[in-house]
């Protein structure tokens, strides 16, 4: 799998958006970008995940660039619920391989009140 | 749907001991994966099976053994623990490799 690169933490105001980049400059054209989260020990939960579309649901938004090396993962309306390590992860497509998620550093996202 | 269930919730060991940590999901999902996390890092894959019958290890997979005889059951055993295993341990488990994993809400080890 591409390795990916995000920022170590970053802050955000609640209320506000917040927006979470990820390089993946290595990407492969059969890659996906997915996106997970850690609350406070609690196990990882799936957020997101797109190959070149930008891609909505009910907890996010996921942009990726047009030359697919980076994405921007946005929670709209950031609560003091969504304090937590965000991982960004480059992965086969699906069904194509038997490759599991691995997880680098992650961005610790502090949303401030 | 109970999702993916972990036991014990906690453990303590001692050195040289062994032990076996449950995983169970009532998914029907075929791809099931454990990962350690130690105090302020990341999660590193220890095994992980894409079926019944089939292993394969990920990154750290020392000191530990995988079997995977049903569809629903992916037990990690620690053959000897040693201090260094002492983590927090995660089980997680998706339809197939490409969707969503669903994780279990961990065990945490402690080995003294």
């Known amino acids: 799998d591409a390795k990916t690169t995000q920022p170590p933490s970053m802050d955000c105001a609640e209320g506000r958006a917040a927006n979470l980049p990820c390089n993946h400059s290595t990407i492969s054209g059969n890659e996906y970008v997915y996106w997970y989260r850690q609350i406070h020990s609690q196990g990882p939960q799936y957020i997101i995940h797109g190959l070149k579309n930008n891609e909505t649901n009910e907890m996010a938004s996921l942009i990726i660039t047009e030359d697919r090396k980076s994405s921007t993962l946005i929670l709209p309306h950031a609560t003091l619920r969504d304090t937590a390590v965000y991982y960004c992860i480059v992965r086969v497509s699906p069904g194509s391989g038997n490759t599991p998620l691995v997880f680098g550093k992650g961005t610790r996202l502090s949303v401030i009140a | 749907n109970a999702g993916v269930t972990q036991t014990p919730k906690f453990q303590v060991l001692k050195t040289g001991q062994s032990m076996t940590l449950q995983c169970a999901q009532d998914m029907n999902h075929e791809y099931m994966s454990w990962y350690r996390q130690d105090p302020g890092m990341g999660l590193r894959l220890i095994h992980y099976?894409?079926?019944?019958?089939?292993?394969d290890q990920g990154e750290v997979p020392n000191g530990y053994n995988v079997s995977r005889s049903t569809t629903e059951d992916f037990p990690l055993r620690l053959l000897s623990a040693a201090p260094s295993q002492t983590s927090v341990y995660f089980c997680a488990s998706s339809y197939y490799a490409g969707s969503g994993y669903t994780f279990g809400s961990g065990t945490r080890l402690t080995v003294v």
């Open positions: 099976s894409v079926g019944a019958g089939i292993t």
